[in-house]
């Protein structure tokens, strides 16, 4: 008789236990208001970057190297991500990435553009879907996923190059990302 009086009085001291700490715990709750929109709430995030274009080296071709085969390839690439579009602005992180051209790999979806950010504020990396090999011009993209200050952040992004430099060559890339982050206020 001990046993079951012992094993039911547990039971009873768990079962308001958790109804104690159901009821009275400090947890997030939001209005009903915000319920109903929540992506009006979300902390959202607006940067304006540019993509440097490569430093060019001119290095003469020997003429006994061989020509480049035309067969499958990706395009691949590297760039510096400055605050400003002047060449002496300070690098804040690096775009990297590939895209495998969908005409010769019908079905690839290796089509992403990995960026990573490193600023006094915000540290991270963000993944953007590329529309595929050609140049993404004024075009919103999807960013597909985060690390770091930009984990599960939503949003797009956006590549668009203005003008043209008085040698004929682009100017760099201005990166637009409008991102929104799900609600990071602590519980109260």
């Known amino acids: 008789m001990l046993p079951k009086v012992i094993f039911l009085s547990a039971v009873a001291a768990a079962t308001l236990c958790v109804v104690l700490l159901a009821v009275l715990s400090p947890a997030h709750r939001s209005p009903p208001s915000s319920a109903t929109n929540s ?27 061989p020509a480049q085969q035309s067969g499958p390839s990706a395009l691949v690439f590297r760039r510096a991500i400055t605050e400003h579009p002047g060449s002496g602005s300070p690098v804040v992180g ?7 051209p969908a005409d010769r790999f019908p079905g690839s ?55 043209f ?3 004929g060559f682009a100017v760099p890339y201005r990166l637009k990302l409008r991102l929104q982050f799900p609600d990071r206020s602590p519980m109260t």
Request: neutral net charge; charged residues 15%; proline residues 10%.
């Open 165 to 167: 430099g008085a040698d």
């Open 109 to 163: 979806g290796l089509d992403v553009v990995y960026l990573t950010i490193d600023t006094t504020e915000l540290s991270g990396g963000l993944a953007v879907r590329s529309p595929g090999a050609r140049l993404p011009l004024a075009e919103d993209l999807p960013v597909v996923g985060g690390t770091g200050s930009f984990a599960f952040a939503r949003g797009t992004a956006a590549f668009v190059q203005s003008a």
């Open 39 to 65: 992506t009006a709430t979300a902390p959202k995030l607006f940067l304006s970057l540019y993509l440097q274009p490569p430093s060019r080296s001119p290095s003469p071709v020997p003429a006994n190297q």
């Open 94 to 100: 690096r775009a990297q990435g590939f895209v495998v």
